[in-house]
């Protein structure tokens, strides 16, 4: 079988599974902002699957293209890890637990690292090594806000899900 066909049926699958997934958490309690993170984290992902898709396989062969495609990758990944972080202070309850004078700080960098990512400030440009067809982003002065967000954020929600682990089983 064709790489690319495989490649766009794993995607395809990935992508309806995820939204599956979401929907029908969702639709189970509409009301519980866990499921609701929920949905919007299993959205982002299925957004992240195409965009990046097109991020390596873009509808123009042109570098600008390619660059535009890995910015919109970008840019959708911003959220991914403040999405998690909500998620995880709602987890398993109905209602957020994180104080807003925290969701505030955490939106603005969300919304800081996504505009970002549309610049030249994350990846100025794209370059490609011993006539390879993969392309190799040149990251720009705004990757360490990036990295905060998307990176930085996981790391903490994982972090928190120990702690809250943790106290529940009693190993405090």
Not at 3 to 10: F, P, Q
Not at 17 to 39: D, E, Q, Y
Not at 106 to 120: E, F, G, K, R, Y
């Amino acid at each position: 079988m064709n790489t690319l066909l495989l490649e766009i049926l794993v995607g395809i699958f990935i992508f309806l599974v995820s939204l599956g997934l979401g929907f029908a958490i969702f639709l189970k309690n509409p009301r519980s902002a866990t499921h609701r993170f929920f949905f919007l984290l299993s959205l982002l992902i299925g957004v992240y699957i195409v965009i990046n898709y097109f991020s390596l396989h873009p509808p123009t062969h042109t570098i600008e293209s390619q660059l535009f495609w890995i910015r919109m990758v970008m840019m959708i990944t911003s959220f991914i890890g403040p999405v998690t972080l909500f998620l995880v202070h709602t987890f398993p309850g109905e209602r957020m637990t994180m104080r807003l004078r925290y969701i505030i700080p955490v939106c603005i960098l969300a919304l800081v690292s996504a505009a970002a990512a549309l610049t030249p400030f994350v990846f100025q440009s794209v370059e490609y090594f011993n006539g390879s067809i993969t392309p190799v982003p040149v990251p720009g002065p705004a990757i360490p806000i990036f990295f905060a967000d998307f990176v930085g954020l996981f790391i903490v929600s994982f972090f928190l899900l120990i702690m809250r682990y943790r106290k529940e089983t009693g190993e405090d």
